[in-house]
């Protein structure tokens, strides 16, 4: 168990990594070019968000959602982090709705960044006492 355990924290760290590093920043970029050249920005950035949705954070979702989260049924944290992926799909779909809105794209930013770090601080904390737990078990 503790090498599936290790895995499972090994892929959402990655993943996160991707969405920091690719994702997040080119959301962030496309807002600050934006905002200097006042450039078209929707026909960057709507292709750009269903690529996204569709090849990084369905399926990183569903990773969660199916094979992190029942790890710790009924934990309140759990609910919350469940709430946020319907939050930043929301915007997603929303922001490709209307075509546009600076204000969707920068709260879509600002959400991502901040659901990433508190994955990142608490539940890669709740895996790795899973994982020293089971270490503990084989001794």
């Not at 080119?26 to 090849?55: A, C, Q, V």
Request: proline fraction near 4%; charge should be negative; charged fraction near 40%.
């Amino acid at each position: 168990m503790n090498k599936d355990l290790t895995n499972i924290l090994e892929r959402l760290l990655y993943e996160h990594k991707w969405m920091e590093r690719v994702a997040i920043k080119y959301i962030e970029e496309t807002l600050s070019y934006y905002r200097d050249k006042g450039i078209d920005y929707e026909k960057y950035i709507i292709p750009f968000l269903k690529i996204l949705e569709e090849e990084l954070l369905t399926p990183h979702y569903r990773f969660e959602e199916e094979t992190i989260f029942p790890l710790f049924p009924d934990d309140p944290f759990v609910e919350e982090l469940k709430e946020e992926h319907k939050r930043i799909e929301e915007l997603v779909n929303k922001f490709r709705a209307t075509e546009g809105g600076l204000e969707v794209l920068e709260e879509l930013s600002y959400l991502l960044n901040e659901h990433i770090d508190k994955e990142e601080a608490e539940l890669t904390a709740k895996l790795k006492k899973l994982i020293e737990d089971d270490i503990d078990l084989i001794k």
